[in-house]
């Protein structure tokens, strides 16, 4: 829970006049911690609000994979997000037309992540289920137009160009050697007792191959919005700064993040490759660390994996299918026309097969 939020302030737009309607929607800007919020029309729902926000958010509304009595976790995701980014200022628009429930959902995300909310009830009084609400928080209303803006924009804020950024070839396929572990066959596992790993030494395995900058910003431009799962998000981050298989980064929990350091721990009791250590998070990867570590402590249910869990790899795989992300592929005539993961475990697996039979001892007459 954050420090106490300012109030929320609550726009009376009496004529429904456009302008109002524009300027929210023009304060909208992710990179700069802004987000207008459009509800969709036609449905009441919680989740549905929350599936609005993720898209608002910039990413696909559904959360991939199995979830605890059926219920998708979009809200705690959404918070997750908005946290990490940070997002400090949620305008949303049509406010008359939401539920009670809907606003107490509000007023419960702006108190776990201290963000400014803007309510903008487009009639000249509040309805009664939005004035019930409210009577929970502290609120104040205006209609003057000039301090309605102030309130969609704030002060100013720096835009990072990591993340706004227009798309560079998005449909092309980015063929990175980091992701040849990701299917692999190694197990490792997680640790039982308090772990603090040492800095990883790579004496089994050369260390990831430095990205450039222009691949890390496509990079992180795809994972910022081909999934709103913050785990399966950060654990590709991941993949791509440690070369960790998915059974190693299956070992992480939240704890294992330490965001003032900025690294990872992941876990190897049986030293299958490089035992347990410790990694140093980049700077384009640590938004998706936050998210991951927020959205563990928000959903406890989901388990204590930080990263991915078993039941996760085809989703994993998925997610990276869908951001083009793949490792190096066989030649042109050798491919099956999906992306091969094991491609590289199969080879060295056939290469140490003829081996041994190019040794084998021949039975004796």
């Known amino acids: 829970m954050t420090a106490t939020p300012p109030p929320v302030a609550v726009v009376t737009d009496r004529h429904d006049d456009v302008l109002h309607t524009h300027t929210a929607l023009a304060a909208h800007h992710v990179p700069s911690g802004r987000i207008t919020l459009h509800p969709g029309p036609g449905t009441t729902s919680e989740t549905g609000l929350a ?27 959404a918070t997750a997000w908005i946290t990490a980014l940070p997002v400090t ?7 008359h037309r939401l539920t009670a429930r809907r606003t107490m959902r509000l007023l419960q995300l702006r108190t776990v992540t201290g963000v400014h909310l803007t309510l903008v009830c487009h ?16 609120y104040c209303v205006t209609a003057d137009f000039q301090a309605a803006r102030r309130h969609y924009y704030g002060t100013p804020a720096a835009v990072s160009p990591l993340v706004d950024e227009p798309a560079r070839s ?36 050369p260390p990831p191959a430095p990205l450039t900058e222009q691949t890390v910003r ?16 950060a654990a590709l981050a991941a993949a791509l700064f440690t070369g960790a298989s998915f059974q190693q980064l299956a070992t992480a929990r939240p704890g294992d993040y330490d965001d003032a350091a900025a690294t ?24 998706f660390l936050r998210a991951a570590v927020c959205f563990a402590r928000l959903a406890p249910g989901q388990d204590q994996h930080l990263l991915a869990g078993s039941h996760d790899r085809t989703h994993l795989l998925r997610v990276a299918e869908t951001a083009r992300l793949r490792p190096p592929q066989p030649s042109a005539g050798q491919r099956t026309g999906r992306i091969q993961w094991d491609w590289r475990e199969r080879k060295e ?6 081996m041994l039979t190019r040794h084998q001892i021949p039975p004796s007459s």
């Open 51 to 77: 599936h609005d926000l993720l898209a608002a958010l910039g990413k696909p509304p559904l959360l991939p994979g199995g979830f605890p009595a059926g219920r998708q976790p979009a809200w705690e995701a």
């Open 89 to 95: 200022r949620l305008t949303v628009l049509r406010a």
């Open 123 to 138: 009639r000249p009084h509040l309805p009664a289920a939005l004035h019930q609400a409210l009577q929970t928080a502290d």
């Open 170 to 205: 998005a449909n092309r396929w980015l063929t990175l050697p980091v992701l040849d572990r990701l299917v692999s066959y190694d197990s490792p596992v997680p640790c039982t007792a308090p772990c603090t790993p040492p800095a990883i030494a790579f004496r089994h395995r």
């Open 218 to 233: 496509e990079i992180a431009r795809r994972l910022a919005t081909v999934t709103a799962h913050p785990r399966l998000a």
């Open 264 to 287: 990872l721990a992941l876990h190897d009791r049986a030293r299958y490759t490089d035992g347990c250590a410790t990694h140093r998070v980049p700077p384009w990867a640590r938004v």
């Open 349 to 354: 697996a056939q290469c140490y097969d003829a």
